[in-house]
């Protein structure tokens, strides 16, 4: 089956520098990228999603981009802010839909 | 998200018990799912159905079970045999299947805690 790695496991960055969490992924099949953001104790929210035909996507502060060559995809978060802090996942969409064990962001004031 | 609900939002087990969570969809999607979720992991997929009364095991269905008798209602039971059922359990529903490249909607989750 899918076999998904998501590095890091927890990232702490300054308000105002930038975030990167990078996802691998083993089966080449796989054609749909999502990232889920998950604050404590609440339900993960979809904030962006790439799908195999484009290589980058972008929404105001969140880009994702993906490498289907080394099979890997990633997220950036630009100018992080305070409310950035969560828990970020990854997931890998194909014959099934399989998730990281996530990043946990923390944004320092 | 405000279309798939879950409850209740906090359970409590007593060892031996069944109990059974409640998820329910108003967005008329075809596939739904359950996943456990422990401190510090990532989801893990516990059963899923594509269709009213049909459903597949997940990569942990040992110890749970679940029914699709309706297209908007899912619910898990956390029977017994489930040997350490202490988790927060999420619920979701996506357009359809057969493969998994259709968005994942989650719902709220229920906590659930064995005493």
């Known amino acids: 089956g899918e076999n998904v790695e998501q590095h890091p496991s927890t990232l702490s960055v300054q308000e105002g520098d930038s975030a990167v969490i990078k996802c691998t992924y083993s089966d080449s099949a796989s054609n749909y990228f999502p990232w889920y953001k998950q604050e404590l104790g609440k339900r993960p929210q979809l904030i962006i999603d790439i799908r195999s035909n484009v290589g980058e996507k972008k929404d105001q502060r969140i880009a994702v981009t993906l490498n289907k060559t080394a099979k890997h995809f990633s997220l950036h978060i630009t100018e992080t802010q305070p409310e950035d802090s969560a828990v970020y996942f990854c997931?890998?969409?194909?014959?099934?839909?399989?998730f990281g064990a996530g990043t946990r962001l923390t944004v320092k004031p | 998200d405000g279309g798939i609900t879950q409850s209740p939002k906090y359970l409590f087990r007593k060892e031996g018990q069944n109990v059974t969570l409640s998820c329910e969809q108003n967005?008329?999607?075809?596939?739904m799912y359950w996943y456990r979720q422990d401190p510090g992991q990532g989801l893990r997929l516990i059963y899923y159905?594509?269709?009213?009364?049909?459903?597949q095991k997940g990569d942990i269905a040992e110890g749970y079970s679940v029914s699709r008798e309706k297209k908007e209602s899912f619910p898990l039971t956390v029977t017994s045999a489930q040997k350490n059922p202490t988790a927060f359990y999420l619920c979701a529903s996506s357009i359809a299947l057969p493969t998994s490249t259709d968005t994942q909607y989650f719902g709220p989750g229920t906590r659930l805690t064995v005493l």
């Open positions: 997931a890998v969409g194909g014959n099934d839909m399989r």
């Open positions: 159905s594509q269709i009213v009364n049909d459903f």
């Open positions: 967005l008329n999607h075809d596939a």
